[in-house]
T-cell receptor, first 110, second 117 residues
Framework: RKEVEQDPGPFNVPEGATVAFNCTYS??????FFWYRQDCRKEPKLLMS???SGNEDGRFTAQLNRASQYISLLIRDSKLSDSATYLC???????????FGKGTSLLVTP | GAVVSQHPSRVICKSGTSVKIECRSL??????MFWYRQFPKQSLMLMAT?????????EQGVEKDKFLINHASLTLSTLTVTSAHPEDSSFYIC?????????????FGSGTRLTVV
């Protein structure tokens, strides 16, 4: 079983739509959680960290459910520029390495 | 913000040759650097973790004699793919951790696209 699993995607949505991505992780001792964004053939870039109480950054809202080992990302009012692959990332309780999900591809269309 | 320079960005080499990839933190000291590999439509897979001045820790299934990692200074780590074969063709990305920044201290290089012909 992979350590971090995500919705397979791809998600094709019109501009202005709301879209949600889900992610589960297998290591219950995981300490930190993130969403990264990766554009085609580029390096991943941190979108936001995910906190237990849930957190929001503009149009982006992240939620964490430790009991279910589940993470989500909600994007409101999608923009064309949101088109990318969204990576769910988990850091374990030992070492500092980040574990990446396979990513979910989002395409926002006019 | 923190910057990690990785080069070359793209390399094509012949089968059997070796390729060196450099990863350099430009404005911070990175006690730990990570090397990842990403095949098309796949996730970034951690290959190894390198700590300055010590031997790298390789993930299961990654051949340490094939993927040589050197982290001789706090700002430079190198990955050498020895005797490259077509199946080594992939996108290699380094990440440097700035321990002073906690969870926000991970900065990625721009990646190296390796094609072995």
């Amino acid at each position: 079983r992979k350590e971090v699993e995500q919705d397979p995607g791809p998600f094709n949505v019109p501009e202005g739509a709301t879209v949600a991505f889900n992610c589960t992780y297998s290591n219950s001792a995981s300490q930190s959680f993130f969403w990264y964004r990766q554009d085609c053939r580029k390096e991943p870039k941190l979108l936001m960290s995910v906190y237990s109480s849930g957190n929001e950054d503009g149009r982006f809202t992240a939620q964490l459910n430790r009991a279910s080992q589940y993470i989500s990302l909600l994007i409101r009012d999608s923009k064309l520029s949101d088109s990318a692959t969204y990576l769910c990332v988990v850091k374990g309780n030992s070492g500092y390495a980040l574990n990446f999900g396979k990513g979910t591809s989002l395409l926002v269309t006019p | 913000g923190a910057v990690v320079s990785q080069h070359p960005s793209r390399v094509i080499c012949k089968s059997g040759t070796s390729v060196k990839i450099e990863c350099r933190s430009l404005d911070f000291q990175a006690t730990t650097m990570f090397w990842y590999r990403q095949f098309p439509k796949q996730s970034l897979m951690l290959m190894a973790t390198s700590n300055e001045g010590s031997k790298a820790t390789y993930e299961q299934g990654v051949e340490k004699d094939k993927f040589l990692i050197n982290h001789a200074s706090l700002t430079l780590s190198t990955l050498t793919v020895t005797s490259a074969h077509p199946e080594d063709s992939s996108f290699y990305i380094c990440s440097a951790r700035d321990s002073a920044q906690g969870n926000y201290g991970y900065t990625f290089g721009s990646g190296t696209r390796l094609t072995v012909v």
